[in-house]
């Protein structure tokens, strides 16, 4: 399990965009995703990709977000469309999920703070 860095964080208007990357410090086959956390809540699945490019997301960023990546930069990418102030919160990549998001592993990275303006 290698370390991670998010960046790309920041502040937009509801029905804007962001895009955040997250950097393994190896090669990494897992596969690779996001997490977010908003104040008073649970750590909640956002998307994933494997290796190959199999993408999955949680239920209620679908058809709103697209997960990509990079290996030959071991990086993966959040976009994030359509935001809504619901979508603030901080988001942490991690570098091995299982299961579909419900399993991932106890390395996070420092996490990167989205902020939604209605």
């Known amino acids: 399990q290698v370390p991670v860095v998010e960046s790309g964080g920041g502040l937009v208007q509801a029905g804007g965009s962001l895009r955040l990357s997250c950097a393994a410090s190896?090669?990494?086959?897992?596969?690779m995703g996001w997490y977010r956390q908003a104040p008073g809540k649970k750590r909640e699945f956002v998307a994933a990709?494997?290796?190959?490019?199999?993408?999955y997301f949680g239920n209620s960023v679908k058809g709103r977000f697209d997960i990509s990546r990079d290996n030959a930069k071991n990086t993966i990418y959040l976009q994030m469309n359509n935001l809504t102030p619901e979508d603030a919160a901080i988001y942490y990549c991690n570098p091995d999920i299982t299961e579909r998001g419900v399993y991932a592993s106890g390395v996070w990275g420092q996490g990167t703070q989205v902020t939604v303006t209605s």
């Open positions: 190896g090669a990494n086959r897992h596969d």
């Open positions: 990709i494997s290796w190959s490019g199999i993408t």
